[in-house]
C-alpha cells in the first residue's frame, strides 16, 4: 500500500449507502453551490470524504474527490467550515490552515 501524499483517499472500494439528494437538500437552505476542490498545497491529490462533518470519519468511498472535482454542496449552518454534497458525504473547507474547498462562482 501506497501512503504517498500523492495517493491520499479512500483506501477501498467498498461503498455507503448514500442517501437521497432531495433528502438532503431539504435539510440546508436554498440551492446547492458549486464547490472546486484543490489540495495541493498539501501534496495531496484530492480528499478522503466524511461520512459526518468529523476529520477521523473518513469512508471506504472510492470516488473520493481529486484536484479540480467540481461538486455540489451547501455550506453547512451548523457544522461550521464543513459541506455536505448531494451525494450524502461532508469535506472540510480548510485542512491544517489551508483551505481545500473553493466556491466556483458562474
Known amino acids: 500500500v501506497n501512503l504517498s501524499r500523492n495517493n491520499m483517499g ?4 467498498t461503498q455507503q449507502p448514500r442517501p437521497d439528494p432531495q433528502e438532503i437538500a431539504k435539510n440546508h437552505e436554498g440551492p446547492a453551490i458549486k464547490w472546486k476542490v484543490d489540495a495541493s498545497a498539501e501534496g495531496c491529490s ?6 459526518e ?3 477521523g470519519s473518513s ?7 481529486r484536484n479540480g472535482a467540481i461538486l455540489n454542496g451547501w455550506l453547512a449552518k451548523d ?3 464543513w459541506v455536505q454534497f448531494d451525494n450524502g458525504y461532508w ?3 480548510h485542512q491544517r490552515g489551508f483551505r481545500i474547498l473553493h466556491e466556483v462562482k458562474e
Not at 479512500?10 to 472500494?13: D, L, Q, Y
Not at 484530492?46 to 461520512?51: A, D, E, I, L, S
Open 46 to 51: 484530492g480528499m478522503f470524504w466524511r461520512t
Open 53 to 55: 462533518p468529523k476529520m
Open 10 to 13: 479512500c483506501a477501498s472500494s
Open 79 to 81: 457544522h461550521e467550515g
Open 91 to 93: 469535506l472540510p473547507t
Open 59 to 65: 469512508c471506504s468511498d472510492s470516488t473520493w474527490p
